[in-house]
């Protein structure tokens, strides 16, 4: 991983767009429909980011260059060589929000994976987001550990469970789930042997129990590859030391 995501909140504050044409305008639109107000270079002074939409290569390096020494994180449209950061490919169900980038090395491949997310996700998957922000206090209650909570909000919302987030939901589901005998996700201590050090060989049970696991207990010699695979709290432990509460998974290589 070459670069951190972020989402970075821009509403009612200012931003630096330089350059004319159809891509510059679409960088305003984008600016706008996050919150942000557009503005020229004379203002630089009181922004939070700048984008440079210049062809010349000289022009827009110098654009930058000022940019940034007035504080600024800088884009520069298809040059990432000149870029503090790149803007991703967006899939839009508010307020959830997904993010592909390829860190300017394919603007159109982003595109593709977009449309494919797009294409799998429901359209009501931000009313179940705002339904659950909503009910927090109610899952507080209901499952007073933070590590409980966890466990038995991702039973509910994967494959199968009863809030699963590529099901259409009604406007009620996450009270009905709340009050029923709610979903459960495993917990004690569980082992995988590892047939190789390659991630795309993990079994989807494998899988979900290592992106669950609030303990990985593991092999030296697992990769790096295989651990992102966790949740990035997760507790990373040797596998001498398994006595841990929660979902606990013992990573062995074969």
Known sequence: MQSLPLFFRISGRKVVVLGQGEAADAKRRLIERAGGECVG????????????VVEDDRDAEAA???LRCRGLLVNVTDKPALCDFTVPSIVDRDPVLIAVGTGGASAGLAKILRLRIERLLPQ???RLALALRDARAAMKERWPGAAERRRALDAALDEG????IM???????????????????PGGLHEVVLRSTDPDDLTLREARLLGSADVIAHDPAVPDALLVRARADAVRTDLSDTAHDGLVVVLRLS
């Open 41 to 52: 270079e004379p203002e630089a002074h009181h922004a939070v980011l700048g984008f440079v």
């Open 64 to 66: 930058a260059i000022r």
């Open 124 to 126: 009501g998957l931000g």
């Open 161 to 164: 469970g009863t809030l699963d």
């Open 167 to 185: 099901a259409v939901q009604d406007d009620h589901a996450v009270e009905n789930w709340l009050k029923s005998d709610a979903d459960t996700a």
